[in-house]
Each structure stands twice: as structure tokens, then as C-alpha cells.
């Protein structure tokens, strides 16, 4: 059974600093895409960042670029989301991903076929 276990969130005001991770079991992601998406409170589930199966390439939503980096470690089939200078406008839970099919950087919700629990981000201001 493929489970996504994410971990990491918590409350910081403003300008603040989280680091999330996320640890795939029941099968490896080292040939696949990953990603984290975010969805906030009466909003759809958005893209967030992506990277791809060897870490390569990686590709961000325009409100998080420069301030979010997501990185992933296939000998610990681990992604992270370093996400720095947090906003109010960043609290959301968070979700990590992982495709069966793609290798690269996707940003299509559809593409991605496993999906970890969430963790609530909360930026105060």
C-alpha cells in the first residue's frame, strides 16, 4: 500500500521560515514527478511547486518563486518544500504528491496519483 506521510507545518508569523517533508512507502518515486500543492480555506486545491524524478528540473507557481524551494532525496524517497519569507497569504494546508506516470516537473493536479494527508501551514501576520 503506497502512503505519502507529510510533516512539517506548524504556525510562524510573517517573514518566517518552515520546512516541509514528505516520505513515500510501499513503492519508490525515484523515476517519478513529485510535487506539493496547497489549498486554502474556500479556495480550490492549488499547484505549488514540482520537481522532477532525478531533481533536475523543477518548476513553482508564481506567488512562491524565490521564497519556496522543493528539493528530494530518491535514497530516502523524500521531497521537502523549504518555504521561506512566509506570507499570511501562504497559510493553506499543504499537500505532497506523487505520479505513477510522469516523470517530469508537472503541474497538473490530474497527473499526480498518490497523494499525502496534509499538513496546515498558518502564517500570522
Known amino acids: 500500500q503506497v502512503q505519502l506521510v507529510a510533516s512539517g507545518g506548524g504556525s510562524v508569523q510573517a517573514g518566517g521560515s518552515l520546512r516541509l517533508s514528505c516520505a513515500a512507502s510501499g513503492r519508490t518515486f525515484s523515476s517519478n514527478a513529485m510535487g506539493w500543492f496547497r489549498q486554502a480555506p474556500g479556495k480550490d486545491r492549488e499547484f505549488v511547486a514540482g520537481?522532477?524524478?532525478?531533481?533536475?528540473?523543477?518548476s513553482y507557481v508564481d506567488s512562491v518563486k524565490g521564497r519556496f524551494t522543493i528539493s528530494r532525496d530518491n535514497a530516502k524517497n523524500t521531497v521537502y518544500l523549504q518555504m521561506n519569507s512566509l506570507t499570511p497569504e501562504d497559510t493553506a494546508v499543504y499537500y505532497c504528491a506523487a505520479s505513477r506516470r510522469f516523470t517530469l516537473a508537472t503541474m497538473t493536479m490530474e497527473e499526480y496519483d498518490y497523494w499525502g494527508q496534509g499538513t496546515q501551514v498558518t502564517v500570522s501576520s
Open positions: 520537481i522532477n524524478w532525478r531533481g533536475s528540473t523543477t
